[in-house]
């Protein structure tokens, strides 16, 4: 069987070598239209349009990402006055050591995107109890599980509050686990996932955030 590559095949991948070009991709504010042009086709109007961006703000991020081999002009579309250029990245995916990233390695990286997650559950969390008046924190011996816990909860002097089970709700489990139970609790997560991504929902927005992985670490 033919391996997969995330980002597409290795012919389309491009390994970065250029401290600046390391910058402009990661830490720069030329950062979001590299991201919007990634495999993809945008006219100027198109990035104007998607990144809220002024003209004259496009014009010098382009222009940066071209001076250093970043993205190139694929076509241009015939008009009434000047052609439109459509930009896109040369490459489908790009890989950057380590060493030209701001991190230092796997855990940090990991950290700083997963505590980017952990910041946007926090607010609405908190968002959340303050409007259905929890203001402190109850830590209790479950009887039904066997174990000490924790949560948020009302003031026991004010009339009893509940937090709407529909408004939100965390898990986290400890499991052993065969490889083969491991791959198909994945798969069952991940279909799962795809499922309510692909319909088209109305209502209130939620943040779904699972992460599965091995505790190779033992803490």
């Not at 997969?4 to 390994?15: A, H, K, T």
Request: charged share 25%; proline share 6%.
């Amino acid at each position: 069987m033919k391996p997969e590559f995330l980002g597409g095949s290795p012919d389309r991948w491009c390994i970065i070598e250029d401290p600046e070009q390391a910058r402009l991709i990661l830490r720069s504010s030329s950062s979001k239209v590299f991201e919007a042009l990634l495999a993809r086709e945008r006219t100027l109007s198109d990035l104007k349009a998607e990144l809220g961006m002024s003209l004259e703000n496009l014009h010098y991020h382009i222009g940066k990402l071209l001076d250093h081999d970043l993205i190139e002009v694929k076509r241009t579309i015939p008009g009434p006055g000047r052609p439109l250029k459509v930009y896109s990245t040369l490459y489908q995916a790009y890989d950057i050591p380590f060493d030209l990233t701001p991190y230092e390695g796997a855990y940090e990286m990991i950290l700083h995107q997963q505590e980017q997650v952990a910041r946007r559950i926090a607010r609405n969390y908190a968002a959340i109890m303050d409007e259905v008046g929890f203001r402190s924190r109850r830590i209790y011996f479950d009887e039904e599980t066997g174990q000490v816990s924790s949560h948020g909860a009302p003031d026991p002097r004010a009339p009893q509050a509940e937090l709407p089970e529909s408004l939100g709700h965390d898990f986290t489990l400890d499991l052993k686990l065969s490889q083969q139970q491991a791959t198909e609790l994945r798969q069952e997560l991940q279909d799962l996932m795809e499922k309510y991504r692909r319909m088209t929902l109305e209502g209130r927005p939620y943040l779904l955030s699972c992460v599965m992985c091995a505790d190779v670490s033992g803490t």
